[in-house]
Structures are given as C-alpha cells and as structure tokens.
C-alpha cells in the first residue's frame, strides 16, 4: 500500500474536499442549473403578458 499522507504523516483532508468539490461542480450539475433557469424566466415572461392584457382589458372596459 502506498503512503498518501505524506514523509510527516501530516494528511490536509480539506485539499481533497476542495478537489472533490471543484469535481462536482464541473459536473452535469451546471445542466441543471440552466434548464432551472430558464422555467422562472418563461414563467415570468407569461405573467408580465398576462398582466398587460388584464390591464389593456380593464382601461378598454373603463373607456368604453
């Protein structure tokens, strides 16, 4: 078996966490965040046209 600790026997285990971590972070994960992102967008977008036509409804009826 090999020593992975080092001459000093001294083992940093929060330089395989950050390595572990910049590993998951690469991952597929950032797919996700990007298809997670977009459905508050649409989501969004679909109120704010919403919003206008319930206002552009509510001033044709005040006017008529």
């Not at 972070?25 to 977008?45: T, W």
């Amino acid at each position: 078996m090999a020593n992975t600790q080092g001459p000093q026997g001294n083992h940093d285990p929060a330089g395989s966490t950050q390595m572990f971590r910049a590993f998951v972070d690469e991952g597929p994960q950032g797919g996700r965040q990007r298809q997670a992102s977009s459905g508050p967008r649409i989501g969004l977008i679909v109120g704010v046209i919403v919003a206008v036509a319930i206002v552009a409804a509510v001033a044709w009826l005040a006017l008529k």
